[in-house]
Structures are given as C-alpha cells and as structure tokens.
C-alpha cells in the first residue's frame, strides 16, 4: 500500500537539525503507530559533514538520495519529488520539528478540500512565539517599499506587503497568497503538472514563484493552524551555511529572478530606476537641510 505523504527533506551539511528533524517525525503519533503512513526521503546536497550517516541512524528506512554536490533547494526538491509515493508532498527544512498530528492533519485537510493544492503550516519560533507563516504577493509600491526599507516608516507602513498578516494571530485557517517553503504541503499531481519547482531558484522564492502558478490554475493555497512546526529560521539553517551576506546575495538574485519572471522587464526596470530615484530625493532634501541651516547661521 503506498504511503499517504511523502516528507521531503534537502540537506546541505546540517547534520545535526537533520538528526532532529527526522527524529520529530519518527516520534509524530501518526509515524510511530503507522510506519507505512509516511515516506521520508532525504535529498543531500553532497554534504561534507555525516548527514547522510547520521540521517540513517535517526530513521532506519528513510530514502537517501545522496545528490553529490549542492544542486540548490529547488533542484533538489525536485529530484525527490520523482521518488516520492504519496499523493500529498510535505516539503520540510532541516532546521523544523513537526509537532505531533501535523502530518496526519495535512492529509486529511488536502483529502478533504479537492480544490487546495498547497498548504502551509504554522511555525513557531524556538521560544514557542509564533513565526511569519505565509504571505502576500507584492505590487510594484510594495515591491518598492520592501526594497528602499520605506515600508517602515509610520506614513507607509500599512500599505507594505504583509500588513494585515502582521496583525492576525494565525489561529484560524484561511486561503494566502504564499505560504513559507519551511514547511508546506503539495498535491503531489499538481506538482507534477506544473513541472515542480524552477530550477532557476537555486535558493528562495521557488515557493513564491509555485505559489504564483498554483494561483494562475485557479487552486487555492491555504494557511492550516492545525498543522504546527517549529522553525530555527536563518540562524540555523541558511545563514549558518552561506554568511548573512551570502543570504542577501541569493536572496535579492531570486527576487528578481521572480519580478522579472512574473511583472516582465519593464515592471522591474522601472522599479529598479525608482529604487535609484530615490537617492536623488535624498540629496534633495540634503541640500534643503544644508540651504535652510546656512541662513540661519549668516543671520
């Protein structure tokens, strides 16, 4: 009998949070009760460290895919995704811990609701406070505002991407524009007709951009509070890997990548030409400041 989930997990020298995120799982009720209810499948990255040893020892009879150089997230997902047996896909990072239920949960929601077919998870920091979860898509004024740091001035901080979101408290469930790739169900048949992740996202934004597609076909992508996954976030993961530098780098190459993906080159080029435009203000105003304190002083 095929399993009801696949559990994708890449890896990339994280020995550690991989041993504990695949210990989450086996000890999850529905795994440890049932274990043809889950197939686990780790996709390493060529890692240096014992990864692959040690996420043996941490679930016996997990699928190690060992990919033999960093392939990126998204490549890597997909690769898995070719093996995987389940009709649902649960794509989780190195550095979560599913709490107990959150698997059986999110099957039984996607079984249930045909016209859903992608859901996230509700992560919570290690504290237990919970984490941003899913998100808007941006306009051009809030691409904008995102990229200039504007969107956290008090005049425009309501019309920044992800407002509304940061004041729900993420107890109910409700249809997004994305959910975060930390932790997300996908319908395995939908992943495959939309050819699964672009590989051109070697990291971040290959859920962003699948989201956008899923939404392109008319299917819905959905918040499930009762699926809870607690997160280290970038200092765990990411950032421990490439530097806080190296994270930005890969971060604003994927975001264009989307923008221009998505809106075309002259939605980007224009807000490119406004993200420089507006040093042009600053020096405006400088020289404002500079003009008003000279007739001060010459008084």
Known sequence: MAPRISVIIVSYNAADQLAAALDSLAQAPEVANDPGFAQV???????RDDSVARAA????????????ANLGFARACNVAARVAQAPVLFFLNPDARVHPGTLRNGVEYLETHPDVAMAGAKLLNEDGTVAPSCG????WWQAFLRSSAWGEL??????????????WDYASERDVDIVVGAAMFIRASVFAELGGFDERF?????????ARRVHNRGLRVVFLPQCVVTHLGEAGGSKKTWGARGVLA??????????VKHHGRLWYWSLSAALAGRYLVYLGLAALLVAAARRVILR
């Open 57 to 68: 020892r941490a679930f016996p009879g997990c699928c190690i895919l060992e990919n033999g």
């Open 41 to 47: 499948i780790v996709s390493d990255n060529g890692s």
């Open 136 to 139: 808007e898509f941006d306009t």
């Open 202 to 210: 070697f990291l971040y934004h290959e859920e962003i951009d699948f």
């Open 250 to 259: 890969w971060r604003q190459r994927s975001r264009r990548l989307y923008w």
């Open 154 to 167: 008090p005049w425009f901080r309501k019309q920044a991407n992800g407002y509304a979101l940061r004041q």
